[in-house]
């Protein structure tokens, strides 16, 4: 079976084939950095990590490039509120941006291109829309004419007759400045003029700086060419956002912009749309104090990318207990003291996980074979802790662990380190301490006493003191 994808352009799964032979070239629309990420940017992030891992373990080379919007209406107005500078307000909120993705374990894209960076990119693109008829000056400012790109509408399916101005809550310019300047009202900006007290660059059309749409077409041109495998973003920005990409860089470059167009579904809280007029806006940092960041990675994986996800506090506890359960199971093969830089092998495990992932990605599917491998190893190490024969020989233990380790890996799960080094702490080391332990009660020593117990606890290691002086010990 052939890894196929959901084309948002044209509503079908297609078999995945490349412009190159084994490459894939992946950019995500990313961050407006004006405040802390919350809980849509988690599920975007973290399904689009998810694919690029499969795909190299698939055996792609992936380059996959994600932006920052450091330049927005939101971001000035934060840097007025603030009495900061727009560059300032950016560079704030990368660096939480970055904070809070390492704590959910997503990887650094091989780029983060900023529209402020790509500003001589995006005047050289304006201008060739605007050689080529695309593209008009007005007063400062600069319009797409969209009536000219006969294909306009195509992702979205909409058609222009349908259509409203501004329905992507992103135009920033309102419709009474824009009206007088505008051929037609479906124009959009590519370029605006300077306004007082706002950053602005100069250019044959005067000062000023790029609208929202024109940035990631000159970003994608800049990182990846002029013809990309697969874009990638969240549905809310089929329209306009994406729709105005294709029209601004196809009619520029006379070619595809991407060939395959992916979009993940929106995030909902107990049942409602996410929005701050509902008290319900959570930021990934907030909900990152309650619970594990690998329970909430397993909650967005638990469904299907382009799927709404409702984050309950009853759906967190419960992937909360499911990573339990996985974390008990890979904990169990360092407790045997196997070792995590062999290499894997290759079983019916693996292939079924392949056949079901390869499916649109469907990485909901998949975890029904990690939590099957994981359910087998639980109940061994189990059987190990009350000192019972194990049903599986070790060999097959040791098998069904590295396939467990490998697919969790493809899935982003982080293991603590910490917590490999508790689980190897080998038994004489741990009796060691249980009689270290045993001399300081003789000596009537309880704070030593409790300090190795406690010690131990964190380590994973309970005891269990029994009235006739001995001690027993078991993993946690």
């Known amino acids: 079976m052939s890894l196929k994808l959901y084309n948002t352009l044209t509503n079908s799964l297609e078999p995945l084939q490349t412009l190159i032979k084994g490459e894939v070239s992946l950019y995500c629309c990313g961050i407006t950095v004006y405040d802390y990420c919350h809980l849509g940017h988690a599920r975007t992030c973290l399904v689009w990590d998810v694919v690029r891992r499969y795909l190299q373990w698939r055996g792609y080379k992936v380059r996959y490039v994600q932006n920052f919007t450091d330049i927005d209406d939101k971001i000035l107005k934060r840097a007025q509120s603030e009495g900061s500078s727009m560059e300032e307000v950016s560079e704030r909120f990368i660096k939480a941006y970055f904070e809070d993705m390492d704590r959910l374990g997503i990887s650094r894209a091989d780029s983060y291109p900023r529209a402020t960076h790509t500003i001589d990119g995006i005047k050289h693109l304006v201008g060739e829309l605007e050689e080529k008829g695309y593209a008009y000056p007005a007063d400062g400012d600069v319009y797409y004419e969209v009536r000219k790109f006969a294909q306009y ?4 399916k909409r058609k222009l007759e349908d259509l409203q101005a501004g329905a992507s809550g992103r135009v920033e310019i309102t419709d009474e400045e824009a009206a007088p300047k505008k051929k037609d009202p479906f124009d959009f900006a590519l370029w605006k003029g300077a306004k007082p007290g706002e950053p602005a ?38 329209f306009p956002h994406h729709e105005n990409e294709i029209a601004q860089s196809e009619a520029a470059t006379g070619k595809a912009l991407a060939n395959y167009w992916l979009h993940n579904g929106m995030v909902k809280v107990g049942g409602e749309k996410m929005s701050k007029s509902l008290g319900n806006f959570i930021t990934i940092r907030d ?13 967005i994986l638990q469904a299907h990318y382009r799927k709404p996800i409702d984050f309950t506090d009853e759906a967190l506890e419960a992937a909360t207990n499911g990573w339990h359960t996985l974390q008990d199971a890979l904990a169990f093969g360092y407790q045997l003291g196997f070792s995590d830089t062999q290499r894997y092998s290759n079983n019916a495990y693996k292939e079924r996980f392949r056949e079901l992932v390869d499916d649109d990605f469907n990485f909901t599917a998949g975890l029904s074979v990690v939590f099957e491998l994981a359910k087998i190893l639980k109940k061994e190490r189990n ?16 098998d069904k ?3 467990l380790l490998e697919l969790s890996t493809v899935l982003g799960f982080k293991f603590s380190q910490d917590i490999i080094e508790s689980v190897q702490m080998g038994q004489s080391e741990i009796e060691d301490y249980i009689d270290q332990r045993l001399q300081a009660r003789q000596a009537k020593n309880y704070q030593e006493s409790d300090r190795i117990r406690e010690l131990l606890k964190k380590s994973g290691v309970i005891l269990v003191d029994y009235p006739n002086g001995t001690t027993q010990w078991h993993r946690d």
């Open 287 to 299: 909900l990152l104090e309650k619970y594990d960041p690998m329970a909430v990675r397993l909650l």
């Open 201 to 238: 660059w100069d250019s044959h059309w005067g000062p000023g700086r790029p609208g929202w749409h024109i940035e990631c077409s000159a970003m994608v041109k800049q990182e990846l060419g002029e013809t990309i495998d697969i874009h990638v973003g969240g549905s809310d920005l089929i």
């Open 383 to 398: 059987l190990s802790i009350h000192n019972q024969p194990l049903e599986i020989e070790i060999a097959q233990i040791e």
């Open 401 to 403: 662990w590295r396939t």
């Open 153 to 156: 509408g195509k992702l979205s």
